[in-house]
């Protein structure tokens, strides 16, 4: 945990209070890149199964780690390819780290109106989640993210044919 300056202002990458400011240089192409490219890697945090409250963080940790290696990525053939491998295997370290169980409540949340397009992403959410892992991963780079079965293989570390399964039995 800690505060990362981005250009000098503060953003907060964790919950330990006692965090101090670490100064980063981030070009200002990476700093375009996650500005465009946030909700969309929000959006593919949830259907990869991150719960909401820490879909955030994840794509957080994702552009975090991408600082290191921006020059790389922007040389890469897919960009977006390597930031999804990169946001598949932090979400793979965080998921080992935490516990996943149910917490008793007394009273369930609201679920809100019944609108159709609300209960149509519901409806999908519950699907995808449903999935296996693996399924899941190739579901939503291949259909969310928009990836080729070749870029998809490339990004999970499979071969070709597997994405093709994969996606059939899903």
Known sequence: DRVVE???EATYTGTDPRAQPVLVCVSMDLAEYAATRR???YRT??????????????VQITLTRCVRHWSRITRAENPDAYVYKVMLNAFRDVRGRRWHGELPTEVLPDHGADDPDVAAALAVRGAVA???????AVLVLRF????????TAQVLGIPAG?????TARA
């Open 39 to 41: 909700t969309t890697l």
């Open 144 to 151: 969310y993210a928009d990836l080729s079965e070749r870029e």
């Open 45 to 58: 945090a949830v259907l990869l199964g991150c719960p909401q409250q820490d879909a955030d963080d994840l």
């Open 162 to 166: 597997t994405v093709k399964s994969r």
């Open 6 to 8: 981005l250009h000098g």
């Open 130 to 136: 449903q999935l296996s892992e693996e399924h899941r």
